[in-house]
């Protein structure tokens, strides 16, 4: 059982909690050792809150899972976790996070508190409500950036930052109703009923509208925020970003891929270039240049 267990908690999705380090990164503190120790102290403790946050779902989601080509297999669904055993783990470590949240920082306590709230709202009412469901998703990433935010001092952290989190976390969002709903089919409906809110047609038109977006306010970020440096060399990442970009919508459109984002960025590997030389290009503008 303790396989099934560690499978229930989605280390691959623990990459999510790395927007904890956006604050540190965006805001030239990287190399602070009391900065970072705190900022990995979060991240490690949002690790356990959002597994937590996984458990409980699967919980909730367990007989629509049962119908799912791939959900199935997963231990709640298919029974090799009791449900009564996957709750009390989702409240030990919901637990646990909270208590260690609360000895770090307030701000940082009250904020895990926020997010664990929204995710069960999400598990039990929001995620079956057409647009609501991804913007729900969204305010997770924007939490975490926030999370981020209140364990250190910031100093040249920008608001753009938040902007750009919002638009980009849609998206993916967006990507993965897609690809779940070409993989689902016709029989869509019978697994999720937000799924009789969409439509191929509709998520094409949110992805563009959002991926349009989400460039061109990077871009503004990149020579607008007052925090970046004055010789704009900022702009030289926006290829790296548009790139990542280009290349999701075209593994979610043309290769039918893209449910878990999580797995496209741990096995892609154009994406992961992008990703790799846009941290690279980051980290030269703000503390080698």
């Known amino acids: 059982m303790l396989t099934d267990i560690i ?14 380090f956006a604050a540190l990164v965006f805001d030239g503190q990287l190399f602070d050792i009391d900065a970072f120790s705190h900022t990995l102290a979060g991240f490690l403790i949002f690790c356990l809150l959002s597994s937590s946050v996984y458990t409980l779902n699967d919980v909730f989601d367990k007989e629509a899972d ?13 029974g090799k976790i009791p449900l009564r055993t996957a709750v009390f783990i989702a409240l030990l470590m919901s637990s646990l996070a ?4 609360y000895f770090l920082s307030l701000s940082f306590f009250i904020l895990c508190g926020v997010y664990l709230l929204i995710n069960i709202l999400y598990s039990k009412w929001l995620k079956h409500i057409p647009i609501l469901d991804v913007m729900t998703i969204a305010t997770g990433f924007v939490l ?8 250190i001092k910031v100093v040249r952290f920008s608001p753009w930052l938040y902007v750009v989190t919002t638009l980009l976390s849609l998206f ?6 897609r690809a779940e709903l070409v993989l689902l089919s016709k029989n869509a409906n019978q697994h ?9 047609q509709f998520l094409d038109q949110l992805i563009t509208i959002v991926s349009s977006t989400t460039v061109v306010s990077y871009s503004l970020y990149t020579f607008s925020a007052p925090n970046l440096p004055e010789n704009h060399s900022m702009m030289l990442t926006i290829p790296f970003v548009l790139y990542g970009i280009l290349r999701y919508l075209y593994l979610i459109q043309i290769e039918q891929s893209g ?3 999580e797995e496209l960025v741990l096995k892609d590997k154009p994406l992961q270039l992008s990703v790799f030389f846009y941290g690279i ?6 503390y080698f240049i």
């Not at 909270?98 to 949240?101: S, T, V």
Request: glycine share 8%.
């Open 7 to 20: 499978k229930t908690f989605r280390i691959k999705q623990w990459i999510k909690n790395v927007f904890l």
């Open 98 to 101: 909270i208590i260690a949240a």
């Open 281 to 286: 290009s980051v980290l030269m503008i703000f």
């Open 192 to 200: 999720r009923t937000v799924f009789e809110g969409y439509s191929v």
């Open 259 to 261: 449910g878990a984002p």
């Open 144 to 151: 975490r950036v926030a999370a981020g935010v209140s364990l």
């Open 66 to 78: 049962k119908q799912h080509p791939v959900k199935s297999k997963r231990p709640i669904a298919s």
């Open 172 to 177: 993916i969002g967006f990507g993965k109703r």
